[in-house]
Nanobody, 123 residues
């Protein structure tokens, strides 16, 4: 198991950018695949992006593709989600999650979760 802490959320204008961080502690984080999810009020948690253990493979949901970029620095035990061209549809609490190997696309693929960081977009 790893412990995850997200940071970097906040208020940004539509069209602006934010970079979220997911800092991990615990054993062998560099062996873990990581996912980003988001949950808006009254909605289910939805997939945003996933990254392989070495950062070599990334996958994105269609609604963020071309705007969001996921990367990781295993020396710092940190995964990033760079968000650009933020839209009024993007506000939510953003969560990172980890699994022992491979990519993941569903909430149930992941066993370790952070507490989330809130992103708000003003028009």
């Amino acid at each position: 198991q790893v412990q995850l802490v997200e940071s970097g959320g906040g208020l940004v204008q539509a069209g602006g950018s934010l970079r979220l961080s997911c800092a991990a502690s615990g054993r062998a984080f560099s062996n873990y695949g990581v996912g980003w999810f988001r949950q808006a009020p009254g909605k289910e948690r939805e997939f945003v992006a996933t990254i392989s253990w070495n950062g070599g493979v990334t996958e994105y949901a269609d609604y963020v593709k071309g705007r969001f970029t996921c990367s990781r620095d295993n020396a710092r035990n940190t995964v990033y989600l760079q968000m650009s061209s933020l839209k009024p549809d993007d506000p939510a609490v953003y969560y990172c999650a980890a699994r022992p190997s491979g990519l993941g696309y569903r909430v149930t693929d992941f066993g370790s979760w952070g507490q989330g960081t809130r992103v708000t977009v003003s028009s």
